[in-house]
């Protein structure tokens, strides 16, 4: 007879497997663009690092349409009221096409202020600026994607992510590949590729969102109350989110300054870091969507069995994906670049991260922990505290005759190391109370 222990591993094993598969997808897609672009040159490189910090950025502010919606329609599941959280999930995903399309249209206007404000050579920077303008034009289909993908987690179902996911990830390696090489189009055709892929991808949700809609009687067009809560609810977050990215864009403009090579290495690297992080948010995942069932059914017993569980697990794939990050550090820069001497500038870096990992892993299903509860003005506070020690860190950084594989090297001990050991205090010290654990739908 299965134990309490026993449900609760398959539980987090059913959500977390199919979501790590789906989050490693989603960058994938910038590693596809990276390693195709790469053989292009470390110029077109380079331009990439800035358009696609740009790019997260805009994104990433934006994470809070899958943030929020996971714990809105996961603790109206957990009540019993399925209708209600269809609901809630389509609501977002029409904020996140009205948001999409102003941030497109804003985005592809300022393009050349935006890669500006780095200050790299004219070469990079009209790279940067053909890839940032075309890729704009797919910031709705991505904001729909995180909403979408948000409402079948909060289901419980993180098995249709996977797929749609995992199809987007094929049709975009090959259409990049075609338009790079096949038509010639260069960096410009990275982006076009991507847009088409990710508009696909808009269109498999639309479907099976249609089909859950029907079954539990929930409406299609957008509920003025349910498209304000969702905005509502997703302000905390998006502040949270903004201290998150000027770290980022902090730390890419320090790389800068240090020269087009350690741009490029920094690129490699965070591209790196970012499909882990992907990876080890798998946890994270799980943590979200049983949480906020656990919640909206008032059962906080599992709560706070989930927490400890996911904690555990987050750490030991921390190490587990350290240790691959490790082994592999010295081929990495190779497999994007082709170049030996690029290879060798970011492998110190890039131990630094594998080291990291672990606190990575903790610091992620914190997050989703945090999330999951919808504690998201304390996670908006968290991220303005932990910019305290890591921005005058990189002052100094920026103001030391730094360069090449040391100064990268300097730069990564900061980012993966101080920035993450302050985001793991500051959520750390959250979860030890029990102020986060609200109950009810």
Known sequence: MATARDTLNRDILRLAVPALGALVAEPL??????????HLGTTPLAGLGIAAAILQTIVGLMVFLAYSTTPAVARRFGAGDSSRAVS???DGMWLALGLGALLALVGYLTTP???GLFGATEAVTVEAETYLGISMWGLPAMLIVFAATGLLRGLQDTVTPLWIAGLGFGGNALLN???????????????????????????AYVVVIGRHARRHGAALRPQRDGVSSSARSGGWLFLRTVALRAALLATVGVATTLGTEELAGWQVAFTIFSTAAFALDALAIA???????????????????????????????????GLVIGALSG?????????????????????????????????????????????????????????I????????LSMLPLSGATGLAWLAAAFFGVFLLARLATLGWRVRGHDWMTTGA
């Open 29 to 38: 897609f910038l590693i596809v663009d990276s390693a195709l672009v790469g």
């Open 88 to 90: 809630a999930g389509i």
């Open 113 to 115: 202020f935006m890669v």
């Open 177 to 203: 590949a075609f338009f790079i090489y096949g038509l010639g189009w260069g960096i410009a055709g990275s982006a076009v590729g991507t847009v088409l892929a990710q508009w696909a991808m808009v269109a």
């Open 287 to 321: 943590a979200q969507a049983l949480i906020g069932k656990g919640l909206g059914a008032g059962d906080e017993r599992t709560v706070r069995r989930v927490l400890q569980r996911t904690l555990a697990w987050g750490v030991a794939f921390g190490v587990l994906v």
């Open 331 to 387: 081929v990495i820069g190779l497999v994007f670049t082709g170049d030996a001497e690029l290879a060798a500038l970011v492998q110190p870096a890039l131990i630094v991260l594998a080291v990291a990992q672990p606190v990575a892993g903790a610091v992620f299903v914190l997050d989703g922990v945090l999330m999951g509860a919808g504690d998201a003005r304390y996670l908006a506070i968290a991220g303005g505290l932990n910019l």
């Open 389 to 396: 020690p890591y921005l005058p860190l990189l002052v100094v």
